[in-house]
């Protein structure tokens, strides 16, 4: 399959202006043809005096060479240069790690095995790095594009991008992609507040590829504190944060109530027994989403922290009463983030709430807990207890960058489609609510799922 990078764009039918009160704010298409120059604000203007720089004809971008492989045959040399990135990457992905894909790829079911895409500098130094799945033409997706490679358990998407060469990176990225032919990159899980998705969103400018995004929903984080600013606002609410000193009172009549950090590596494995114990004590043991629900996500479970343990990038934050451990969560470590993957309690001490309790003592104690991180992705869905805790939030959602122009006019025209059959309806309503029209998009109550057709269908 090929795709001719010089296709061009040569009509444009500006819905947005022609189709009063019809609002599409999730799709954005600015191929070069799309726009005329008269029409190009300062920033579009900039952004094609990039592109003439570090588009995909630069010529340091040309010195990138990129590669693809399956995942079990990159050879020894090219893991230990992905070891060394994912640590020092402009934007930290503990789901990129080798020690979470290998794991993954060995235990858990995935449809289509990953593929790994690379590109290296002349001098071998590698400088980005990527984890995809080959989706082959459908009927309701003509096109083979390429999606980020994910499964149950990856709350995070993207690409591992040496700092200081992000931009020229992706602009020999977008070439290799379309050269390869695919027609789209797909980003299910694409969190908007970071500098990874500010460096593909200038890339997407500068290159003229265009974004289409998907529904957008809120997921808690925490950063850590900076002491020359004004403090930050609390998540708990006044009656919250007078439950938990309740709750904690009543625990202290068992026993000393205290916090601790397991990170010692020969502990892990006993700590990661305790987390799944209390897991499957809850109601996800209920529903069948516990970790020992399978033995087969349990065995990844104790793989994963074994792995990570041996590079440092695995810790266990412990409630205890006495010397019993009633809540349990694990933070995986890359770089200077944080992810909270998985958190467990025991129910009968439930009075006590022993898992807000140990988020918020997280929250208040990060810079002492973990002088090392400078955020912790909660990793949670949006209607998480977290939330109520921990006083961020970052938005995530499906993002996809059209690269030939069939894709762009596929698009396009469903975009169009879409916005008659809103306008027709319109009509036979009645006249629309102007206040609804503005309003933000409604967070979800669960992620949307990653298949690109599922998300166009949303727009």
Same mark, same amino acid.
Request: glycine content about 6%; overall charge negative; hydrophobic content about 40%.
């Given at each position: 399959m090929s795709v001719d990078v010089n296709d061009r764009v040569v009509t444009q039918f500006d819905l947005n202006e022609r189709l009063q009160g019809v609002s599409m704010p999730m799709v954005q298409l600015f191929p070069d043809d799309l726009i005329s120059a008269e029409r190009f604000t300062p920033t579009e203007k900039a952004a094609k005096e990039r592109a003439s720089t570090l588009g995909s004809e630069s010529p340091v971008a040309e010195s990138i060479q990129f590669y693809s492989a399956s995942l079990r045959d990159l050879p020894a040399v090219t893991r230990d240069q992905w070891r060394a990135l994912e640590q020092c990457a402009s934007t930290p992905n503990v789901f990129l790690s080798p020690s979470f894909a290998s794991t993954?790829?060995?235990?858990?079911?995935?449809? %289509?095995?990953? #593929? *790994?895409?690379?590109?290296?500098?002349?001098?071998?130094?590698?400088?980005?790095?990527?984890?995809?799945?080959? +989706?082959?033409?459908?009927?309701?997706?003509?096109?083979?594009? #390429?999606?980020?490679?994910?499964?149950?358990?990856?709350?995070?998407?993207?690409?591992l991008l040496a700092p200081g060469t992000e931009q020229i990176a992706?602009?020999?990225?977008?070439?290799?992609?379309?050269?390869?032919?695919?027609?789209? +990159?797909?980003?299910p899980r694409l969190v908007?507040?970071?500098?990874?998705?500010?460096?593909?969103?200038?890339?997407? *400018?500068?290159?003229?590829?265009?974004?289409?995004?998907?529904?957008?929903w809120n997921r808690a984080r925490l950063l850590r504190a900076n002491p020359n600013? +004004? =403090?930050?606002?609390?998540?708990?609410?006044?009656?919250?944060?007078?439950? #938990?000193?309740?709750?904690?009172?009543?625990?202290? %009549?068992f026993g000393l109530v205290s916090v601790t950090v397991q990170r010692e590596t020969d502990k892990i494995p006993a700590s990661a027994e305790t987390l799944l114990t209390l897991e499957s004590m809850g109601w996800k043991a209920t529903v069948g989403t516990a970790l020992l629900s399978t033995a087969e996500h349990a065995a990844f479970f104790r793989e994963l922290c074994r792995k990570l343990a041996a590079q440092q990038q695995i810790a266990f934050v412990e409630l205890r009463v006495g010397n019993d451990v009633i809540a349990s969560l694990s933070v995986l470590i890359s770089g200077n983030k944080g992810f909270a993957f998985k958190i467990g309690w025991?129910?009968?001490?439930? %009075?006590?709430?022993?898992?807000?309790?140990?988020?918020?003592? #997280?929250a208040q104690h990060l810079t002492e807990l973990f002088?090392?991180?400078?955020?912790?992705?909660?990793?949670?869905?949006?209607?998480?207890?977290?939330?109520?805790?921990?006083?961020?939030? +970052?938005?995530v959602t499906c993002c996809l960058f059209p690269l030939s122009r069939r894709m762009r006019m596929f698009l396009q025209a469903k975009s169009g489609l879409r916005a008659v059959?809103?306008?027709?309806?319109?009509?036979?309503?009645? =006249?629309?609510?102007?206040?609804?029209?503005?309003?933000?998009?409604? =967070?979800?109550?669960?992620p949307p799922q990653s298949d690109v057709t599922a998300e166009l269908e949303e727009i």
């Open positions: 993954a790829a060995t235990w858990l079911s995935i449809e %289509r095995p990953p #593929l *790994a895409v690379w590109g290296e500098m002349p001098d071998g130094r590698l400088v980005a790095w990527g984890l995809f799945e080959e +989706v082959p033409p459908s009927a309701m997706n003509p096109f083979a594009i #390429l999606r980020c490679w994910q499964n149950t358990y990856t709350f995070r998407n993207g690409l992706l602009a020999a990225f977008w070439k290799f992609v379309r050269t390869e032919g695919w027609h789209a +990159v797909e980003f908007l507040d970071s500098t990874e998705a500010e460096h593909l969103q200038r890339s997407s *400018a500068d290159n003229q590829l265009g974004e289409v995004a998907g529904r957008i600013e +004004v =403090p930050r606002r609390e998540a708990c609410s006044s009656k919250r944060a007078k439950s #938990l000193r309740r709750g904690r009172r009543w625990l202290e %009549r025991n129910p009968q001490w439930e %009075r006590g709430c022993p898992g807000f309790l140990l988020m918020d003592h #997280l002088p090392e991180l400078t955020e912790v992705d909660s990793c949670s869905s949006p209607s998480s207890f977290i939330g109520h805790v921990w006083p961020e939030s +970052v938005r059959r809103d306008l027709m309806s319109s009509f036979l309503s009645g =006249p629309a609510d102007v206040s609804s029209q503005t309003k933000p998009p409604t =967070p979800i109550d669960a």
